[in-house]
T-cell receptor, first 115, second 115 residues
Framework: AQSVAQPEDQVNVAEGNPLTVKCTYS??????LFWYVQYPNRGLQFLLK??????LVKGSYGFEAEFNKSQTSFHLKKPSALVSDSALYFC?????????????FGKGTMLLVSP | NAGVTQTPKFRVLKTGQSMTLLCAQD?????MYWYRQDPGMGLRLIHY???????AKGEVPDGYNVSRLKKQNFLLGLESAAPSQTSVYFC??????????????FGPGTRLTVL
């Protein structure tokens, strides 16, 4: 079975400060990992994904995520937060060794960036 | 290129009524999905399809049926709506890329209230 945990329901950060949104995962094999963002009253938008290779993945809107196999983590980061980054962020995982399998999403973390 | 569209955007039903939610994608994607989003629960997969004429159960399939008669459409049906089915429903589609991963693209959602 595969699972994702986002330990923080909400993250608060001041504009211009760095931000981190945490994600840990559990799969039996090797993971495919994703971050999605949801703005109010909108569907989810893809931000970035990790398949293999470099542990630091760069995505849309200046976001990046760091894959850490030993800690089974895939934290989302941005060096300088913007008020417009305020949204709901979802981490998701799929087991790449299980043939076709569906994505499992975390419960989401609300990011609030204050001016 | 409209991406993934969902009809209707909003709906209010009485307990016991039936309805069908329509999802359409114009990206020629093989895979399509229906999720529900509830506060504090993240996204939960209801049903999915890996190709025209195929469907499979997800995490929370009870009370729902689906059909994929055409590649571009994926219908979600509620035969006898219950208040527990009050939720926001999202459709998504994806294709397997050259690395064997798939990135899901989401529709704008349907907000359903069952009284």
């Amino acid at each position: 079975a595969q699972s994702v945990a986002q330990p923080e329901d909400q993250v608060n950060v001041a504009e211009g400060n760095p931000l981190t949104v945490k994600c840990t995962y559990s799969v039996s094999g090797n993971p495919y990992l994703f971050w999605y963002v949801q703005y109010p009253n909108r569907g989810l938008q893809f931000l970035l994904k990790y398949i293999t290779g470099d542990n630091l993945v760069k995505g849309s809107y200046g976001f990046e995520a760091e894959f850490n196999k030993s800690q089974t983590s895939f934290h989302l980061k941005k060096p300088s937060a913007l008020v417009s980054d305020s949204a709901l962020y979802f981490c998701a995982v799929r087991d790449m060794n299980s043939g076709y399998s569906t994505l499992t999403f975390g419960k989401g973390t609300m990011l609030l960036v204050s001016p | 290129n409209a991406g993934v569209t969902q009809t209707p955007k909003f709906r209010v039903l009485k307990t016991g009524q039936s309805m069908t939610l329509l999802c359409a994608q114009d990206m020629n994607h093989e895979y399509m999905y229906w999720y529900r989003q509830d506060p504090g629960m993240g996204l939960r997969l209801i049903h999915y399809s890996v190709g025209e004429g195929t469907t499979a159960k997800g995490e929370v399939p009870d009370g729902y049926n689906v059909s994929r008669l055409k590649k571009q459409n994926f219908l979600l049906g509620l035969e006898s709506a219950a208040p527990s089915q009050t939720s926001v429903y999202f459709c998504a589609s994806s294709y397997a890329d050259s690395q064997g991963t798939d990135t899901q693209y989401f529709g704008p959602g349907t907000r359903l209230t069952v009284l």
